[in-house]
């Protein structure tokens, strides 16, 4: 893919309009490999292949345990509604530190229940491989982590660099002080760092930051680098209660599933690409560009080394048919990719995948099934109570929320410009003249056509 600078060179009757799409597509295009919109645009198929092992489990079949009483539900936490306090001083003062390894990073995410794993070291560890550099920044109070971010950084243009900061900060305290001080550490980290061209999208419970980043010139963005609606099935419930949450299409269908001879297993590095075919099948037939099988090597390989990834392979008769490649972090397994043949549709081998990733989280006492996506548009439907239209309904999101799960709203990704002359065309006219909706068709419709036209 050719660098952004190339086309800014060779173009120099670009308007502003056009640059600016180019420097926030090249930025969004590398950051994200989630957005099947923008798989064209990324570099992950030029990584060498490699070959990595397999995280050490017992063999697996799906089975349940004993259903539980009712009124003997699993124990756990409910979906948190705002971070928890961590038993810290709270008269001790906050230190803002860019000093902290990976390790002592990492286990705090996984010691705060609103994190994300597209803020560790290992997601950045992956996105290193498309050029992506990674800081981060911590608040200390009496030595210890209360809150942080990580930014992910690359070179695109001869003015800077991008930056996103996904699912972040993270705060493991209330304290209304700390969303301010991670801001002012965050501007300054962009500026020392020539980040241009900055987006941010904050963690469920991040609304105190949203604040922040709109008093300080953010706007929310058309380019989706993660998702901002998402399914969540509680899985602290005995089974039978999950069967009867979910939709009676969704049950029958996987009866007939149970009932059609197919069979479902854990893969291993093995399989990796029995699983890519799938992915790449689907890929086909709804028109977008599947990543790499280099880049699944990769990102099984990092996550692998912690146990942090699971594959599922539904076989009819020993024929691959559907799987579904996942990451688990703290409590929650999170559908990171699906794919599906296109054959024996009728066995319904989709709904049998969804049903054997939740029986294994399930068994292991995690407790979300996080489907990682939902259609933002829809979810506000459903979460406001109105009617679904029909087109809605005939969509795979309809699908997803047959399983019983909970529809949980994110906060949307936002976005600033930090060049002089830049910044003020995107806080006036990109930022408020034009709805985020315009943008959106602009961004899809104009911009990304007219992108790959200059890149050839």
């Known amino acids: 893919m050719p660098h952004v600078a190339h086309v800014v060179i060779r173009s120099s009757h670009m308007n502003i309009l056009k640059w600016f799409s180019l420097v926030s597509l090249s930025a969004v295009s590398a950051a994200s490999a989630e957005s099947s919109t923008m798989q064209s645009l990324n570099e992950v ?32 936490r409910q979906i948190p509604e705002q971070p928890p306090e961590m038993s810290a001083d709270s008269s001790a003062p906050i230190e803002v530190s860019a000093t902290v390894t990976a390790e002592e990073w990492n286990r705090f995410l996984k010691s705060v229940p609103d994190s994300h794993h597209l803020q560790t070291t290992i997601w950045a560890e992956l996105k290193s491989l498309g050029g992506w550099a990674a800081d981060r920044l911590v608040l200390r109070q009496a030595g210890r982590i209360i809150g942080g971010l990580q930014l992910l950084h690359r070179q695109v243009s001869l003015l800077g660099r991008a930056g996103y900061v996904p699912r972040g900060p993270v705060f493991a305290s209330a304290d209304e002080r700390l969303p301010k001080l991670l801001m002012s550490a965050l501007k300054n980290l962009a500026e020392s760092k020539r980040v241009r061209y900055l987006m941010v999208q904050p963690p469920q419970c991040g609304a105190d930051f949203v604040s922040e980043l709109v008093a300080h010139g953010f706007t929310t963005t058309p380019f989706q680098t993660a998702p901002t609606a998402t399914v969540l099935i509680d899985l602290q419930q005995s089974v039978d209660a999950l069967r009867k949450n979910m939709r009676d299409s969704n049950r029958r269908s996987l009866r007939k599933a149970e009932a059609s001879g197919l069979r479902v297993r854990v893969g291993t590095a093995a399989d990796l690409p029995v699983f890519h075919a799938l992915l790449s099948a689907t890929a ?9 099988l280099a880049y699944l090597e990769r990102m099984w390989c990092l996550f692998a080394a912690t146990d942090d990834i699971v594959m599922f392979l539904v076989e009819q008769e020993g024929e691959p048919v559907a799987g579904e490649m996942d990451v688990t972090f703290g409590d929650t397994l999170v559908s990171k990719r699906a794919g599906w043949s296109g054959k024996h ?15 294994w989280a399930h068994e292991r006492g995690l407790k979300y099934y996080d489907m990682d996506g939902f259609d933002p548009e829809l979810a506000r439907l459903v979460s406001s109570g109105a009617a679904v239209p029909d087109a809605g309904k005939q969509t795979h999101h309809w699908f997803k929320l047959g399983f019983g799960g909970k529809v949980v709203l994110l906060p949307d990704n936002y976005e600033v410009v930090r060049v002089p002359i830049l910044g003020a065309v995107h806080r006036t006219v990109w ?3 034009l709805s985020l909706h315009f943008r959106q068709w ?9 992108t790959m036209r200059l890149r050839g």
């Open 431 to 433: 930022g408020h003249w």
């Open 442 to 450: 602009l961004v899809n419709r104009v911009l990304i056509p007219m």
């Open 284 to 292: 086909q037939r709804h028109g977008f560009k599947p990543p790499s």
């Open 345 to 359: 549709g009728k066995s319904h081998p989709n709904s049998f995948l969804v049903w054997a990733a939740m029986s």
């Open 45 to 76: 198929g030029t990584l060498p292949r490699v070959r990595c092992g397999t995280p050490k489990r017992k063999p697996w079949r799906m089975h349940f345990d004993p259903p539980q009483p009712e009124d003997e539900p699993r124990p756990g």
